[in-house]
Nanobody, 123 residues
């Protein structure tokens, strides 16, 4: 069982940066691939970024590639999402997710979810 708690969301202006954190409970954090998803009002929950078990492999959606960076610290049981050059289109609730033994962008392949943190970008 893994519990995920996101933090770091807030209200920022266009062009600003923000770093999200996701703290995981449990001793087996390094056995999970981790991902970030986001859900805007009235929209589906979309893939944003993922990081492999060791942190050596990463993957991004086209909409955030070059602006967002995902990383993890297995010693701290934490995954991060550094978001730069934010725009109003990035406004959403951001969710952290963990996948056991799967390397996937599909939200249905995630085993655990956090409750989300709201990011609002004003124009």
């Amino acid at each position: 069982q893994v519990q995920l708690v996101e933090s770091g969301g807030g209200l920022v202006q266009t062009g600003d940066s923000l770093r999200l954190s996701c703290a995981a409970s449990g001793r087996t954090f390094s056995s999970y691939a981790m991902g970030w998803f986001r859900q805007a009002p009235g929209q589906e929950r979309d893939f944003v970024a993922r990081v492999s078990w060791s942190g050596t492999s990463t993957d991004y959606s086209d909409s955030v590639k070059g602006r967002f960076t995902i990383s993890r610290d297995n010693a701290k049981n934490t995954v991060y999402l550094q978001m730069n050059s934010l725009g109003p289109e990035d406004t959403a609730v951001y969710y952290c997710a963990a996948a056991a033994g799967r390397w996937s962008r599909n939200r249905y392949d995630m085993d655990y979810w956090g409750k989300g943190t709201l990011v609002t970008v004003s124009s």
